[in-house]
């Protein structure tokens, strides 16, 4: 059974920084680019950012750029976002997806969004102002 599994949330002070881990277990991810969504209270789910299988190519919400950044280790199946200069409004339940079918370029719509392969849990994200 395809698995994602995130870990690193947490509480942080306006600031801070995090790093996200987002584990695949179950089968061979060749192919699948993997990403980064986030749900605030209250609010619709959003593109966060997500990278290629290769990690030659990534994409990013207008209100991360400069201060996230994802990358991947093919060889562990992981994917990391790694967060600086985090602020309040970055409060939200951070999910991680998998897809090999949806270019990168369409991964912020929510009707693709909807329809991407694998999602994991979850993991809480909390910054402190």
């Known amino acids: 059974q395809v698995q994602l599994v995130e870990s690193g949330g947490g509480l942080v002070q306006a600031g801070g920084s995090l790093r996200l881990s987002c584990a695949a277990s179950?089968?061979?991810?060749?192919?699948?680019?993997m990403g980064w969504f986030r749900q605030a209270p209250g609010k619709e789910r959003e593109f966060v950012a997500a990278?290629?299988?290769?990690?030659?190519?990534?994409a990013y919400a207008d209100s991360v750029k400069g201060r996230f950044t994802i990358s991947r280790d093919k060889a562990k199946n992981t994917v990391y976002l790694q967060m600086n200069s985090l602020k309040p409004e970055d409060t939200a339940v951070y999910y991680c997806?998998?897809?090999?079918?949806?270019?990168?370029?369409?991964?912020?719509?929510?009707?693709?969004?909807?329809?991407?392969?694998?999602w994991g849990q979850g993991t809480l994200v909390t910054v402190s102002s």
């Open positions: 997806a998998a897809d090999s079918r949806w270019p990168l370029s369409t991964w912020y719509r929510g009707s693709v969004s909807s329809y991407l392969e694998v």
């Open positions: 179950g089968r061979t991810f060749s192919n699948y680019a």
């Open positions: 990278i290629t299988w290769s990690g030659g190519n990534t």
